[in-house]
């Protein structure tokens, strides 16, 4: 008898848009704001006997666009035009932007019981 393999799903729950951004990428003023090297990140994660990794699931949406800037997110649909008020993936400076806020609010924790590395966090210690 053939088993079969069982296959985990996950509900959508809405609907997730991307946008085409690569016009306005060629003229956005690049924020060349460093990610860790992954070599060095798992170094200090090493050896330690206890983890948690924690994924920061649609983080960029979490940042707010400045009002000036939401115009250049529009968006058109059939019988209406929509701008983002909240950072959408696709934008060249999202992930520098993102990175620089988590190091931000977890200053005092990176490099000592945490690393963040794109939208993913690691908690370490022993």
């Known amino acids: 008898m053939k088993r079969e393999k069982e296959v985990a799903t996950r509900l959508t729950s809405g609907w997730r ?5 690569r016009k306005l990428n060629v003229v956005t003023r690049k924020d060349h ?7 060095q990140v ?4 090493s050896g330690h006997h ?3 990794f924690l994924d920061g699931y649609s983080g960029y949406f979490q940042i707010e666009i400045d009002v000036e800037d939401q115009e250049k997110t529009t968006f058109t649909c059939p019988f209406e035009t929509y701008a983002y008020k909240r950072m959408p993936f696709g934008l060249y400076n999202a ?3 993102f990175q ?3 190091l931000s609010i977890f200053s005092d924790m990176v490099e000592r019981i945490m690393e963040v590395f794109m939208d993913d966090i690691t908690i370490y210690g022993s």
Do not use: S
């Open 17 to 21: 848009v991307c946008i085409d951004y």
């Open 100 to 102: 620089r806020c988590m």
């Open 33 to 39: 704001f460093p990610l860790p090297f992954i070599d």
């Open 42 to 45: 798992l170094d200090r994660e």
């Open 95 to 97: 992930l520098a932007t």
């Open 50 to 52: 206890f983890y948690c």
